[in-house]
């Protein structure tokens, strides 16, 4: 199914998670059927498809959120690369993995608390006391997440004093704080204006030399601009996933071709 | 390539009416070329005046296609099967402007001919034959655009080495006049042009045969040996 190009790159490239016969279900409802993708490492892989095609069922699997309510059921791994482990083994302690794989969601959910207060959460849970090495993380987060120049010299103002975009960097500062390996953001830019959109998209453009991102949009040109590459998922079904250039110019199937066109429903 | 209808209408309305237009446009450069061909083996003068004022005819719907396709663009952001088929309809039209340009100037040299008192034998009629064969490529190189047939356009491709050779053939034939009878240099001299012009007519027409097989298999065939 992969054209030679894609091989090869899949070949150099690192891989940080791969799904393997990934299958989920909302007690009787099957909405992921059979899902085997990698996530490659320092590269931002977009998800793509219509309502209802599974894909931000698949983005939370990746930080167990269906753990939360009863009746879900996992089938099938998810590998986290290095220790080849995987995630959704019963005796993984889903706290544990979500030190390691942060999430940003569609609105910007900051805490009730300051703007510091926000970013050090994360470092306090995880028992760092020292109020030194707390600074230090909470200015590199911000400065990661670009919004240190914004907010240096309002740390411990209310965070929804800040401005939507702002708040949105500010989830984002809070992700990376503790270090995360993979970020996962759902629609991370539906909530949020043109030039708020711009500034994430730059952001995640810089992010990605150190942290991989997986990513669910509902604007194709998002998933163009942004990604690497691209899956295409349908009634839970992952049907194409490529490298972006390739997909959006040439996909290989018809119905990956008729959702970017346009040509659905 | 299917082409099943888009979830908006007008996205098909303006996409289906631009393609229209290209075809329209095709039409309109191929009776150009046939006409300023008319005019060279008849002389009449008439005809010549009559196809190089029509080359703004050309020229208008270039701009006007390269306008509503940025206005596609900028509409619709088309991807995949429709971001081909608009690339390449905006280079479609600057290939075919430019085929109107060369039948415009096979016109120019044409009148030049007959004003000067009529061609003293040098080999229309094998021009007329290259000519003949070179519109044969541009309308079927159309007629795969309209209906997306890549094998079509492959052949399109393949024969655009007949025009080159019959080119070369021409130019021999013209050096024998020009040494026979120095008289005739002015007129062969011409009639290189004219040669020349449907000899990138040829080029043109498989340009556009290339960008029909990038529409529908996404692949870049130009600038390579071996026609797919």
């Known amino acids: 199914m992969m054209s030679a190009l894609e091989t090869h790159v899949s070949e150099l490239l690192a891989t940080k998670a791969e799904a393997r016969k990934l299958s989920f279900y909302y007690g009787d409802f099957r909405a992921l059927k059979n899902i085997t993708m990698p996530v490659h490492e320092r590269k931002v892989t977009a998800l793509i498809g219509p309502s209802g095609c599974g894909k931000s069922t698949f983005l939370r699997c990746f930080n167990r959120m269906h753990d939360l309510y009863p009746g879900n059921r996992y089938e099938g791994e998810i590998i986290l690369q290095p220790d080849n482990a995987n995630l959704l083994a019963r005796d993984v302690d889903p706290i544990e993995v979500r030190m390691r794989i942060g999430m940003v969601f569609q609105k910007p959910n900051p805490f009730p608390k300051s703007v510091f207060e926000n970013v050090a959460y994360g470092l306090r849970v995880r028992g760092e006391s020292s109020r030194r090495r707390i600074e230090e993380k909470v200015e590199q987060a911000l400065q990661d997440a670009a919004l240190w120049e914004e907010v240096k010299n309002r740390l411990h103002q209310p965070a929804y004093n800040l401005s939507g975009g702002q708040q949105q960097r500010l989830c984002i500062a809070r992700a990376l704080a503790t270090d995360p390996e993979l970020l996962l953001f759902d629609e991370p830019t539906s909530a949020l204006d043109p030039i708020a959109t711009a500034s994430i998209e730059e952001l995640m453009h810089d992010l990605k030399e150190r942290v991989t991102i997986l990513i669910v949009t509902h604007n194709m040109q998002q998933a163009a601009r942004v990604s690497d590459f691209t899956a295409y998922m349908y009634l839970g079904d992952l049907i194409e996933f490529g490298i972006t250039d390739e997909l959006f110019i040439k996909p290989k199937m018809k119905q990956t071709e008729d959702y970017i066109t346009g040509r659905f429903g | 390539m299917a082409m099943t209808e888009h979830a908006s209408k007008q996205y098909d309305l303006d996409l289906g009416s631009i393609r229209s237009r290209v075809l329209a446009m095709g039409g309109l450069v ?199």
Not at chain 2, 33 to 45: E, F, M, S, V
Not at chain 2, 46 to 51: A, N
Not at chain 2, 133 to 161: P, Q, Y
Request: hydrophobic share 45%.
């Open chain 2, 30 to 228: 191929e009776s150009q070329i046939r006409r300023a061909i008319d005019a060279l083996t008849t002389g009449n003068l008439v005809l010549t005046q009559e196809v190089i004022e029509a080359d703004h005819r050309v020229n208008a719907m270039e701009v006007e296609l390269d306008g509503d396709c940025s206005q596609l663009i900028v509409r619709r952001q088309p991807a995949a099967g429709d971001l081909r088929m608009i690339f390449a309809i905006m280079k479609t039209v600057t290939d075919l402007e430019r085929i109107g340009d060369e039948a415009q100037k096979i016109a120019r040299m044409a009148k030049n001919i007959h004003e000067r008192g009529g061609a003293q034998a040098p080999p229309v009629v094998e021009v007329r034959h290259a000519a003949e064969a070179a519109i044969s490529m541009l309308r079927r190189t159309l007629d795969c655009f309209a209906r997306l047939d890549c094998d079509g356009a492959a052949e399109v491709i393949r024969d655009d080495a007949g025009i080159d050779t019959e080119f070369r053939s021409i130019l021999r034939q013209l050096i024998t006049y020009m040494m026979e009878d120095p008289r005739t240099i002015s007129t062969a001299l011409e009639i290189v042009w004219i040669a020349k012009a449907i000899e990138r007519i040829g080029d043109h027409a498989k340009n556009m045969a290339e960008y029909v097989i990038y529409i529908v298999k996404g692949t870049d065939v130009r600038h390579t040996k071996v026609a797919p």
